[in-house]
T-cell receptor, first 114, second 111 residues
Framework: GAGVSQTPSNKVTEKGKYVELRCDPI?????LYWYRQSLGQGPEFLIY????????DSGLPNDRFFAVRPEGSVSTLKIQRTERGDSAVYLC????????????FGEGSRLTVL | DAKTTQPPSMDCAEGRAANLPCNHS???????VYWYRQIHSQGPQYIIH???NNETNEMASLIITEDRKSSTLILPHATLRDTAVYYC?????????????FGQGTTLQVK
């Protein structure tokens, strides 16, 4: 079956612009996670959803970052007024349920802010 | 969740066993040890996890010391495709939060 799908795979934008990154989880997976990864670093947790609700958003760096999952499947990570420091690979993962530590990751969306 | 310590890098000859160590001296009794790996330009991939017994699957074996303060991931016959960053993570098994906290990992170079 299909894995976690993320679009776009690459996004180049200018400082101050608004960006949306999309994640399609594995069908039937109730938990969805967003991470971001800077060059040479491990993935950094941002937010995770159980169903439609954000169960833990403690990793969002500031209020320019927001994520939604309105129907409990597809999720969108939204970044307002992008800054050069937002440049990173944004990874999405899903899992069958929130208690499991077996996450399935997509290949990421590479965001470059000029 | 407990912190882990891994060497930043290791080399392994192709065809030989790769033994990747991880220290987690502050691990709690209800915390599991998870291993993930990340091949260049891909998302992390789950490998294996365990609580206190040794575990084996088609990818690797996980050896956890009796005091659970350290573990070793073993790739029995490393190939070039096993070159990746390997992350050791400890996490409460039935945690209400599914999030994993990644460290810097070990970069394994198979030559």
């Amino acid at each position: 079956g299909a894995g976690v799908s993320q679009t776009p795979s690459n996004k180049v934008t200018e400082k101050g612009k608004y960006v949306e990154l999309r994640c399609d989880p594995i069908s039937g997976h109730t938990a969805l996670y967003w991470y971001r990864q800077s060059l040479g670093q491990g993935p950094e947790f941002l937010i995770y959803f159980q169903g439609t609700g954000a169960a833990d958003d403690s990793g969002l760096p500031n209020d320019r970052f927001f994520a939604v999952r309105p129907e409990g499947s597809v999720s969108t990570l939204k970044i307002q007024r992008t800054e050069r420091g937002d440049s990173a690979v944004y990874l999405c993962a899903s899992s069958l349920y929130q208690g499991t530590g077996e996450l399935f990751f997509g290949e990421g969306s590479r965001l470059t802010v000029l | 969740d407990a912190k882990t310590t891994q060497p930043p890098s290791m080399d392994c000859a192709e065809g030989r066993a790769a033994n990747l160590p991880c220290n987690h001296s502050t691990i709690s009794g209800n915390e599991y040890v998870y291993w993930y790996r990340q091949i260049h330009s891909q998302g992390p991939q789950y490998i294996i996890h365990g609580l206190k017994n040794n575990e084996t699957n088609e990818m690797a074996s996980l050896i956890i010391t009796e005091d659970r303060k350290s573990s070793t991931l073993i790739l029995p016959h490393a190939t070039l495709r096993d070159t990746a960053v390997y992350y050791c993570i400890v996490r409460v098994g039935s945690s209400n939060t599914g999030k994993l906290i990644f460290g810097q990992g070990t970069t394994l170079q198979v030559k």
